[in-house]
Each structure stands twice: as C-alpha cells, then as structure tokens.
C-alpha cells in the first residue's frame, strides 16, 4: 500500500482559485470566494462552518456535483472543472464515493445490491474479497438481503459508507453522513469511516458541523462568508468545540 | 371557504401534474361533444336538403311507399298523367308539377367510370321542373331540351371531371342511353353527395320510367292563403273520385318527416356506435384520473396529515380533494367541449375526402351538446377522484410526523385478491358456457355477461397479476439490460396498484382489437372454408351497392359466350300458408335457375336439393322447417306478391349450417314465372355463372369485357371473391380500430401520467443514482424499460383477454356458420411488439425531463 501511495500523488484533491456565486448584479451571493484547498491523499478531512459558510457547496464543487464559476478543481490529476456531463459522470461512478445525510439508498433495492450498484451501473465485477471485507469492517453480513425500510437508520447509513468503500474509490465525499443519527449510531458510522482511513487507506471528505464527528478527522478545514478561514491538524472535538466558539465570538464582534 | 382555498391552491401549484388527467378529460369529452355536433350537423344538412326539395304537398302512388327493400328491383309505380290534370284543378292549387325520378340508375362518363358517390349516395335521374329550381340554378350551359341533353350536377360534375358537351351514359331499368351535357347546375345548399342529373320531362318520362305520360309523383304549390294542411284535405277529397289506383297525398312537413325517418335509423346506428367508442375512451380515462389523485394524495400525505393535525377534519380533506377533481373536471370539459366542434369539422372534412359533402355553415350545436359534455367530464372525474379522495381523508395526522409515505394496506391485497379472482373465474365460467350453448340466442347473454366479469376481473386483478407477469417480462425482456434493467423491473413492481392501474387502461383497447381481429380473421376463414366447400360457380356478378341487376345487363350476361349456364337470382316476397294453418307474412322465397343447386351446393337435411327446382316444388331451411314441423311432401299455399296464388311441394330441407344463404328457401325460375306475369317480375339480385370446361380464362375475360359499360357491376372469379371478402373484413376492423385507438391514445396518455407522476416522484432518488454514477442515457433507459414493461403488461393483460372473448363468441358463432377459429397470430405479435414501441414512446417526455433533472436539487429535495 505505502508502494502505491507514493507512486502517486500526495493530494487526492485540489481546488484554485475556485469561486462560486449565486445570482448577478445587486443580488450576487458568493458561496466560495477564490479558495485554494489541498485535500491529502489517505487522510480524514473534516470541512466545518457555520450555516450558509459554503461548506456544502466546496464539497459539491470538489465531487463534481456542482459547477463553479471561476477556478479549477483537479480530482488526482483531473481536471474536473469544464468537464462534460457525461465525463463528469463516469469520473463519479468509477472515482469517488458518496454518503449523504439521508436518503441514501434505492428502496427498491437491498443492501447488498444498493452496495454494489455503482459497479453494476459501470458494468464491472465487484472484486469479492474486498466486498467481503468492506461488509465485514461495517458488520453487514446478516443483513444484506434486506431493504432500506427494514433496516435502521444507522445500519442504512452504514450501508452507504458500505457502498462507497466498495468501489474503491480514490475519495469518498461525506454530506454531514451522521446528521441524522442518534449519538451512539454515529459513532459507528464514524468508527468505520476512520478505520477505513487507517486500515484501508481510504482519501475521505466529509462535512459536518458536528465537532464530535469533525474529532475523527486528521485535519479540519474552517470556512466562513465562502472562504478558509482556518485548518487544525489531529483535532479533538474539544479542541474544535473551543475553535468554534471562538470564530461565533469574533462573529459577534463583527 | 378555507376547504376551497386550499383546493385551489394545490389544484394551480400542481396543474403540471393535471395537464394529462385534463388531456384525457379533454379528449373524452371532445369526442362525445364531436359525435353530437356531427351527427347534428348532418341532421340539419338532410333537413335543409329535403325542405328544399319537397313541394307544399305531394301526391304519388300509394303502392310508391318508400320501403328500401323494393329499392330498383322492379320498375316502380307511377301515376298517369291524367292525374296531373286532374289535381292541377283541385281547389286551393296554384301550380301543379309533374315529377320523374328515379334513384336507382347509374351514370357513367364515356371512360365507362361511374360517376356516382362511393359513400352509398344515390345517384338521381329527374325531369328538369320548377321545384328543382327551390334547390339548384344552372351556373353554365343551360336546362335540358330534348332527348339527347342532360344537365349534370356541380359537385358530381368537379368530382369526376365531367365538362359541357361531354357524353354521358345513363343505365336505366328501361335500358341504357347517351346524352350530352348541356348544363352544370349547383346546388344552393349542401348536397351530402348524390348524383343528379336532369332531363327535360319528356325524355326522363320515357327513358327513366319507361312509359310516356306517366309521373313518379306529383308537386303542388298551394295557392296564397290556403295551408298545407287544407291543400293536402282537398286533394284527398277530390283523389276519392279519381278512379284508378289509390294516391297517397303527404304535406311538405310529412315528406320531409318521411325522408328524414328513412335516413333516421342509419344516422342513430352511427352516432351511438361512435358514441359507444367514446364510452370507452372515457372508461380508460377514468384510470387515468384515479392514479393521478392516488400519486397526488400519496405525494401530499405529511401535508394532509398536517392538515388533520391541526384540526381539519376527515370530510375536509376528502372534500378539498373532491374539489380539485371538481376543478380539474369543468376545466378538461369545458375545454372539450370546444374541442369537440373542432373534431366535428374535423370529421366533416374526413367525411368530404372520401365524398361525403358535409358544409361547416350547417354547423349545428344544439344546447344539450354542451350540457352533456361538461355533466360527463365532470361526473367522471369526480367519479374517479372518489376513492383517492377517501384515501387522503384517512391519512391520520400520525402521517404528518412520519418520513415515508402511506404504508401499503395489506388488507385490501387479500379483498382485491379474492374479488379479482371470483370474478375472473366467473367471467371464464361464462365464456365457457358461451362455447357450449346450442341456441346462438343464449349464449349471447352468456357471452356479454362473461365478456363484463372477466374484464371487471382483470382490471381488479390487475395490481395482483402485475407482480407476476411483470417478473416474468422482465425475466425475458429487461434482464439483459443487467442493473438498468433490474432497477426498471422494481421501479414498475414498487406499487403493483398503479402499475396495474396503468395496465389495466391498456389492456381494454387491446383486448377489443385482439377478440374483433380474431372474429373478423375466423369470418374470413370460415367462409374461403365454406366458399371452397360448397360454392361451385366459377363466376359471381353483383353490384356493391346492392343494386338489382336492370334487365338489358342480365341479357347481356346470358349471352356471354364460353359459358356452360348462367344463373339467374331473384328474391320474391310471398304470404305463405302453412299445413299447420299460419301465415308467414311477406315471407322471403329465392327463385333461381336449376344450375343454382350447382353454383350454391347447400346441404340438406331432408330431401335432395335439386328436387326443389322442380315443377311447383320447393325446399325451406332447417329452422323454419323445424318451427312448423313441415316435412317432405306437404303442401305449401305460396301468395305471390305482384302474382298469383301457387300450391307448392316441399322437396328439400336445407341445413342452417351455413353463412351462404342460411335458411333460404328455394324454388325454380320456372314455377315463379308461371305465377307472376313478366312485368312485375323483380331484377335479378345476383348472377353466377359457370364457364365451360376448360375455358375458364376465356370466360372470365369475356365477362369482364361484356360488364364493361356497366361500372356499378362486379364480376369476380372465386379468387376475387375471397380477396374482397378478406378486403371487406379488414376495412371494418380498420374502421372499428381506428374508433378504437382513441381509448389507446388515452391509455396511451396512462402511461405517460403515470411515468411522469412517478419521475416527480422519485426526484431524490434520481439525484442519488445520478451523483453515484449513473449516466443520462442509463436513467433514461431505465424509464423507457419501465415503461416498455407496463406497456408489455398491458398487452400481455388485454391481448390474453381479448383471444379469450374472441374464441368465446367464435364458438358461439360457430352455431351461425362461423365454424372456423382462425387466431390471427401475426396481428397479435404486432401488436404486442408495437405495444413496446408504445411504450418507449410514452416514456419520450419523462425521460427526457428526469434526464434534464439537475443532480443537486434532486438531492436536495426534502
């Protein structure tokens, strides 16, 4: 694995000068204002903020779920920004995984097949040993035959982190991936996504405005008013309780 | 007023989600208002054209009574021309026109084309009188004088090209004649599409009818101040003294009654046959609203249990619901309505194309058009919004609270189960019975009872057979499509209800076109089966409009060279007196040439059929035999209308096993002509022939050539016989169909709502897949297949149900001479493969708008 990591780059990720505005003329809203981020290759990022701080739409950006309006985000060596739908797509499926705050499976299908859906829609076989130990990391095994509804909220969303491990993915893109869950069921959640970091060498994002959750990162990423206003390495979630606090202070102030 | 308000509010903030459901009312609606305002439109064309061309008060034979069944099978009665003068001195009589008209002639240009209507119009001779100057002025050349000059009318005239100083052939009954067009004259009103053409009186005297000095019927103009009524008592009065055969003396409101009675029945098979294909749509577009306001109350349950929540109670919400379909229904019908006069013109046009002349200032829409229109739309589509609208007044204000929509009720699964299969196999017990009953009559009550339960059946089971017959579709269809596929099987399983639903509007259309195709497929086959069995004639002579053979081209035919005979057949009308002592009034007996038993080979029961050709012999079918326990040798008492009195020898008993003649009775040309004096002997119906040995094409081709001049004659071979019987058969079912598809455009419509609801629907997880990697063309494929596997489900539903009720009633026929089934399986795969290609196309606009659906606002949705 070490192999593999150095024979590329070191940043799974990068964003320049990216900007992102809403509206024109008197109603211009800049969601993100010129910003520069490198995301680190086999890393847990955290990306935080207040409420309308442009965390959702930089990771929007960095997933290609979202055009911007000015700057480049590179995916690896990548460059993401001008690419059509249809590469943007493909980049998606095969590249980069996702786990949304809710709703993140098909009802229609069960665990398994939601698990493996992004291999089938690329029309590959999922390697079965990883899948095996992707379930077995997130103590699916027993349930795979089941639909979303019959599974709790904090096994479906283990399902998801599931689904973007097991593609493989270069990195995976989390949208607040425990807001929806009780306390104890989060912790799981977030349990698998650091060993996947640890023991897998998994590249993850994930935003959250929670700092219990924002403590199982390696780094986290500060945005306020659509820019990065600060970073902190190997956090606690005290540590980015108190940060916090702080930026509301100085907010105030302003 | 709340109710109201909020009613409006979802009805404006979803119209989108309407506009289907209002397309489907809108179309049901259209084409119900259509059929009346045509059919009205054309009431008040014949009313306008027969005011026109009645007299104040007409006087004609009595025995002229305008029964169709005598129409040109013998020259027809007339009044002398003594009469005229007579009545011109009646009192109250200010003019008195004598009238000559024939309407059972045929005109053909000098390229021997017929110049008459293809649409089933007569095409008229008269004598140019001032009465014909109520409806027509000559607008070139000028009236007709003498025995070589005819005016023609405009619309025939343009139709066929027919120019003054062109030579046209006229063929009477009295025989046929040239004249030269000296005169176009065009109508002032609309003239559906007869043929007229006009000679001065003398010669449509002695051509058209036969004799000199004789009238068809008389015209009188009353004199200022007298009525109709008095008119009408004093040439009633004064015709008692006449003398000579009794006059029928009629107002011009009771001719124009007496026309518009005879045209009357026509006209009302047509409305209400249009009329019932409208039903249907109608039925279908009921689906259609049902599942809309199911998605929309399942779309709105957290909203609706809000609403409860709060405070509104059950019978609020029911009627908010109830309100918008209220909404949805005057709109959709009040816009069909207007529609509808658009299909009316429309439908005037289509009826000019194929020459029917129909004028749109005849236009007539009558105040109960418009009533009838906007009460239907809206009676169902609240109808249809019934049960959603209960649904959403059960949604508990728990509802509110919760994440996913209503859970599925699985105790109306198990009701529905049992209902749909109580009827279905009572429905198929029924159509069983149908194949097993020997009287026809019976089993036509069993027939439409099993024909109503099984469909009642399927359309309940539906949702229940959806979960295995979809599976089994896609198992063939969708599953090497591979994860695209397996995502559209479940998409169409995920509510069985509006997939079935959806089917289910489908399956109708379907099932009507499948069992009409397989009847109209064994009709065929039955009798090429029949004709190969028992026709031994190698040549058939008939006219397509059913008219009589005049007496110059029977003439013409028996003097055909390389014939070995030529049959004669004439129906004659008789009072026959039975052993038993009853009467069988105006009794239809068939008197034809000995080589008849030849031509037609009928089985007989009883006796041999030649033995009925017999001096004073005659056969009778199975039936009648049977209902009057007659046998070989009893003595029939035959009155002969327009003859005498015969006793006739029963001889042959014919089977009713047959579609060829079912249940004629049978004597020789011979007999018939020793009680009915040449005269009043009636034209041929129909002539056979048969060629000698050996000389077959000669014949043919000398026939053809001999029938030339004579355009409203066919001759066929049986090869021609069976093409145009196939021909027949397949314009009906073309017709029938083509009524049909409006209900397939309305299901059609289905499956489009239903895609598109579910799309709206499923905006989050569309985003989902999308962000994890599916392609546009992957999502737009997944729909298309969910809705090619709908469709597929509908078919496989309606085509089943269809082969069912067309195999039943086949049986049934069966008993009638339909004793073929012929399914016709390549018509069934057509449809069923272009049921997918309905089914992709349906699926055209949802895909396309769920492709265009932009990633992160679906999953942002909340």
Redesign the interface.
């Known amino acids: 694995m070490t192999t593999a990591v150095a024979a590329r780059t070191a940043v799974a990720a990068r964003a320049r000068q990216v900007t992102k505005a809403y509206g024109s003329g008197e109603t211009r809203v800049l969601a993100l204002d010129n910003v520069d981020v490198d995301i680190a290759r086999g890393q847990f990022t955290a990306i935080m903020g207040p409420s309308g701080s442009g965390k959702s739409t930089l990771m929007?950006c960095l997933a290609g779920?979202?055009t911007v309006t000015a700057g480049r985000i590179w995916i690896d060596e990548t460059e993401i920004t001008g690419l059509k739908?249809?590469k943007l797509?493909?980049l998606?499926?095969?590249r980069v995984?996702?786990i949304?705050q809710a709703?993140?499976?098909?009802?229609?299908?069960n665990a398994l097949?939601n698990i493996t859906?992004?291999m089938?829609?690329?029309?590959r076989r999922p390697d079965r040993e990883w899948l095996d130990r992707v379930v077995g990391t997130v103590g699916l095994a027993d349930r795979l035959k089941h639909r979303p509804?019959q599974l709790s909220g904090g096994q479906q969303q283990r399902v998801a982190v599931a689904?973007a491990l097991a593609s493989r993915p270069e990195i995976i893109f989390g949208d607040e991936p425990t807001g929806n869950l009780d306390s104890r069921a989060g912790a799981e959640v977030l349990g698998f996504l650091r060993r996947s970091v640890d023991e897998l060498g998994q590249t993850i994002v994930m935003v959250t405005h929670d700092p219990v959750a924002a403590g199982y990162a390696d780094r986290v990423l500060y945005l306020a008013d659509g820019r990065i206003v600060d970073e902190m390495w190997n956090p606690t979630s005290e540590q980015v309780l108190d940060r916090m606090k702080s930026f509301d202070a100085r907010g105030r102030v302003a | 007023m709340t109710v109201l308000k909020t009613s409006m509010r979802n009805f404006f903030s979803h119209k989108g989600r309407m506009a289907l459901s209002a397309v489907a009312v809108v179309l049901s609606v259209a084409f119900v208002c259509g059929t009346l305002v045509f059919s009205d439109t054309m009431t008040t064309t014949f009313d306008r054209l027969f005011k026109a061309t009645a007299s104040d008060v007409r006087v004609s034979p009595e025995a002229a009574d305008n029964d169709d069944g005598d129409w040109g099978r013998k020259p027809q009665p007339t009044l002398p021309a003594a009469d005229l003068a007579r009545v011109e001195k009646v009192d109250g009589v200010k003019a008195a026109d004598g009238e000559v008209a024939n309407d059972a002639i045929t005109v053909a240009d000098a390229d021997n084309d017929n110049l008459g209507s293809s649409t089933g119009a007569p095409t008229i001779g008269t004598n140019w009188d001032p009465l014909e100057l109520e409806s027509v002025e000559i607008t070139s050349g000028h009236e007709p004088r003498g025995p070589t000059e005819v005016v023609i009318d405009a619309d025939a005239a343009d139709k066929h090209d027919v120019r003054i100083g062109d030579k046209i052939r006229t063929i009477a009954d009295p025989g046929s004649f040239s004249s030269e067009v000296v005169g176009i004259a065009t109508f002032k009103i609309t003239n559906p599409g007869a043929t007229i053409v006009y000679f001065d009186t003398a010669t449509a005297q002695e051509k058209l009818l036969g004799k000199p000095d004789v009238y068809s019927s008389i015209n009188l103009t009353a004199a200022p101040g007298v009525s109709h009524e008095a008119l009408k008592a004093n040439v009633q009065k004064a015709a008692a003294d006449f003398g000579g055969d009794p006059l029928k003396v009629q107002t011009k409101d009771e001719v124009v009654e007496e026309n518009k009675d005879d045209l009357g029945s026509f006209m009302d098979v047509m409305k209400y046959a249009m009329l019932g294909f409208a039903g249907i749509a109608v039925l279908v577009g009921i689906f259609l609203i049902v599942n809309t306001f199911s998605m929309l109350v399942a779309q709105r349950t957290r909203e609706l249990g809000l609403l409860r929540a709060i405070g509104s109670s059950r019978r609020q919400v029911n009627r908010s619901v109830l309100v918008e379909a209220l909404l949805l229904g005057v709109i959709g019908s009040v816009l069909g309505v207007g529609a509808g006069i658009g299909i009316a013109v429309g439908l005037m046009k289509l009826m000019g194309a194929v020459g029917m002349e129909l004028n749109t200032a005849d236009l007539t829409v009558n105040a109960a058009t418009p009533v009838v229109g906007i009460v239907l739309g809206v009676v169902v589509t609240v109808l249809a919004a019934w049960l959603p609208a209960r649904r959403a007044g059960k949604v508990s204000p728990m509802a509110a609270l919760r994440e996913?929509g209503t859970p599925g009720d699985r105790k109306a699964g198990v009701v529905r189960t049992v209902l749909g299969l109580l009827l279905t196999v009572a429905g198929g017990g029924l159509l069983f019975l149908t194949t097993r009953v020997d009287e026809a009559s019976d089993g036509a009550m069993y027939l439409a009872g099993g024909v109503l339960l099984s469909l009642l059946g399927f359309i309940v089971f539906a949702p229940v057979l959806a979960g295995l017959l979809v599976r089994a579709l896609a198992a063939g269809v969708l599953r090497v499509f591979?994860?695209?596929g397996?995502?559209a099987e479940?998409?169409a399983?995920?509510n069985p209800r509006r997939t079935g639903a959806t089917a289910s509007a489908l399956m109708i259309g379907l099932a009507l076109v499948a069992c009409l195709s397989v009847v109209g497929s064994s009709m065929v086959a039955s009798a090429t089966e029949e004709l190969d069995k028992s026709v031994g004639a190698d040549f058939i002579i008939q006219s397509d409009m059913g008219m009589p053979i005049v007496p110059e081209v029977a003439e013409v035919l028996d003097d055909a060279p390389h014939m070995a005979h030529v049959t004669h057949y004439k129906a004659l009308g008789a009072d026959v007196t039975l052993p038993d002592g009853k009467t069988e009034k105006d009794y239809s007996l068939t008197a034809a040439n000995k080589t008849y038993a030849q031509d037609l080979r009928s089985e007989t029961v009883q006796g041999k059929l030649t033995d009925a050709y017999k001096k004073n012999s005659m056969s009778v079918g199975e039936d009648f035999a049977k209902d009057h326990g007659l046998k070989i040798g009893d003595t029939l008492a035959v009155d002969f209308e327009d003859g005498g009195r015969a006793e006739l020898t029963l001889r042959a008993i014919t089977s009713s096993e047959t579609t060829l003649d079912s249940g004629a009775a049978y004597l020789s040309l011979a007999t018939a002509k020793d009680y009915i004096e040449p005269g009043d002997m009636p034209h041929n119906e129909i002539m056979f022939g048969k060629a000698k040995e050996g000389q077959e094409e000669a014949a043919y081709a000398s026939l053809k050539k001999a029938m030339d001049p004579y355009p409203q004659y066919e001759v066929r071979d049986q090869t021609d016989f069976k093409q145009t019987l196939k021909d027949q058969v397949g314009q009906m079912l073309n017709l029938v169909n083509g009524l049909l598809a409006l209900a397939i455009i309305v299901a059609v419509l289905g499956v489009v709502n239903t895609l598109a609801l579910s799309v709206i629907e499923r905006t989050?997880?569309i985003g989902?897949?999308?962000?994890?990697?599916?392609?546009?063309r992957?999502l737009r494929r997944m729909i298309r297949l969910e809705s090619v596997v709908i469709a597929l489900f509908g078919a496989l539903l309606g085509l089943g149900l269809g082969l069912a009720w067309g195999t039943a009633a086949q049986q049934l026929l069966a008993l009638e001479g339909l004793k073929v089934l012929d399914i016709p399986w390549p018509t069934i795969g057509v449809v069923f493969a272009g049921s997918a290609v309905v089914g992709l196309f349906a699926a055209l606009v949802p895909a396309f708008r769920a492709g265009r659906m932009n990633?992160?606002n679906a999953?942002a949705t909340e």
């Not at chain 1, 709703?103 to 299908?109: A, E, R, V």
């Not at chain 1, 089938?120 to 029309?123: R, S």
């Not at chain 2, 989902?768 to 546009?776: D, E, K, N």
């Open positions: 929007h779920l979202d739908d249809k797509t493909q998606r499926r095969d995984g996702f949304f709703f993140n499976l098909l009802p229609t299908l097949e859906l992004p089938d829609i690329a029309g509804s689904r | 996913a591979g994860p695209v397996r995502m479940r998409n399983l995920r989050r997880e989902l897949v999308r962000a994890i990697g599916l392609s546009r992957q990633v992160l999953i």
